[in-house]
């Protein structure tokens, strides 16, 4: 093959060749060399759902706050809704797909606009939920349909002065459940006592959105000052970095450590990053994408590396993979459709269609409907796909709340999806309010149940003492009523 077939390759020493066609670099003597990256998610396309899989006439909330308004796990869909007189939100079963019945139950214990609501990652009925009412609230949701709204949560966490915009489950730790609000606060409760754990005040302004790694040890903020923080909440570490634009900004841990973020740049260009948290004077990648106003918001599945990039108000769903080789960040593909998206739920990687060789499921919310978009790997072969499917994160909680506040760590529990997921029934949430009786430092018994013969005996004859006074003044009293009733029968006979 004569190299004169070819042009030169720009950038590339003047004896380098390149096959615009084919996407091959070689040198004159030497074997052709591909420089196209592998990977087995290069071709991964999404398809949205048909019409009889999607949620119609669903009045999807219209508040002004840069939340998702959708969450979703294997068994239900949940949605931030429209409603009168408070906030409310509706819930359904997965199974539960074409026009939504006008009488369907919401939930409603809100008195005011829900902001955003979040499943928890170790039972698949516990649904969090906060609001403008400055209260985050927490719902044990059935596996069958109510047929009333539901408006009694399980445990209401009051502790802002100001409205609720974030709440978070920890990834690992059973019952610990992280809210933000207007008030720059972040308060950790434990659900199972209702108690708050850790108040952080650390915050200047307006926190933008709060995401935890993935053993739970840290999570990052993005506030309205325009930085970056990392937190370990126990220790009260933290580590700054400035980001040039001044709209919000969003930013996620991934697998390896690293923080990606979306934001602007100083000309209100989107952009996305990817940072070393250990060293925020330099990012690992940037990439500036458009001038759009929407907040892109990310979604990270941290099996396959790929984070989904879904902006309000836009039409379009664009995917990138994170590996280790530079640029480190890769474009893989856009999803576009014709309808704006006004939020979007992402689904665990618990529920998706192994068969199908589904990698990722999103739920895309319309004006009045939600429609799912399934992101698949082409593949021929109907047997399990090892190199897709990794074990993932399961539904049991790796450490219990005591043990992570006291400074452990655990990896999520993971579970094998050759066989598929099937999740399980439902499992009650229990709340212990803890007894203010029990914070005294030396409880001790009441003399009731003190045996007498270990008194003193002054103590002993005093109390002797009292009990015939109470005895006589109680005779006392029983001969004065009895008096008094006397008089009043003679009144009510007529006879005085």
């Known amino acids: 093959m004569s190299s004169s077939l070819f042009p030169k390759c720009r950038n590339r020493p003047c004896d380098v ?24 998610f290069r071709h991964v396309f999404g398809q949205a759902g048909k019409a009889e899989q999607c949620y119609d006439d669903i009045r999807v909330s219209k508040v002004t706050w840069d939340s998702s308004f959708c969450a979703v796990n294997p068994k239900f869909l949940a949605v931030i809704v429209e409603a009168s007189g408070g906030g409310a939100f509706l819930v359904l079963p997965l199974s539960k797909v074409g026009r939504l019945d006008k009488n369907h139950p919401l939930v409603i214990g809100h008195s005011g606009p829900v902001l955003d609501i979040d499943w928890c990652p170790h039972n698949d009925n516990i649904l969090a939920s906060c609001s403008e009412d400055c209260t985050a609230m927490v719902w044990q949701i059935p596996d069958h349909t109510p047929t009333r709204p539901m408006s009694e ?71 309205k000052d325009r930085r970056l923080r990392v937190c370990d909440p126990r220790k009260r570490e933290e580590r700054l970095a400035p980001h040039e634009g001044i709209r919000p900004m969003r930013a996620i841990f991934t697998r390896e450590g690293n923080i990606f973020t979306t934001g602007f740049t100083r000309m209100s260009q989107r952009e996305l990053g990817l940072w070393d948290p250990t060293n925020f004077e330099e990012p690992i990648a940037v990439l500036e994408l458009d001038t759009s106003n929407g907040v892109l918001l990310p979604y990270y599945d941290p099996d396959t590396n790929m984070v989904y990039l879904c902006g309000k108000g836009d039409s379009s769903i664009r995917y990138f993979e994170i590996t280790d080789e530079p640029p480190y960040v890769h474009y893989v593909s856009t999803f576009s459709s014709k309808e704006p ?48 499917y990794p074990d993932t994160a399961g539904p049991d909680p790796a450490i219990e709340p005591e043990d992570w506040l006291e400074g452990r760590d655990e990896d999520p529990i993971l579970v094998s999806l050759r066989d598929g997921y099937t999740p399980p029934k439902s499992r009650e949430l229990k709340v212990a309010k803890k007894n203010v009786l029990d914070s005294r430092a030396t409880p001790q018994r009441s003399l009731s149940s003190c045996d007498g013969t270990n008194l003193p005996p002054q103590l002993l004859e005093k109390l002797l003492e009292e009990i015939q006074n109470l005895k006589a003044t109680v005779l006392s009293q029983e001969k004065r009523i009895c008096d008094l009733e006397n008089k009043l029968s003679k009144y009510t006979n007529g006879t005085v």
């Open 153 to 223: 949560p399980i445990v209401v966490l009051e502790g802002h002065s100001k409205r609720v915009g974030i709440v978070s489950w920890h990834p690992t730790a059973r019952n610990i459940l992280l809210s933000a609000g207007s008030d720059n606060l972040i308060i950790i409760w434990n659900v199972g006592t209702g108690e708050p754990l850790i108040i952080m005040e650390d915050h200047p302004d307006l926190i933008y959105n709060v995401s935890w790694n993935r053993n739970g040890s840290l999570f990052c903020t993005t506030c």
């Open 17 to 40: 060749f390149y096959d615009c066609s084919m996407s091959l670099c070689f040198m004159p003597g030497l074997v052709l060399r591909s420089i196209v990256r592998q990977s087995k």
């Open 341 to 388: 998206q006004r939020g979007m739920g992402f689904m665990p990687k618990r529920g998706v269609d192994v068969s199908k060789c589904e990698i990722a499921r999103l739920y895309k919310l319309h004006e009045r409907k939600c429609e799912p978009i399934m992101m698949t790997v082409p593949r021929k072969s109907d047997l399990f796909q090892d190199d897709l």
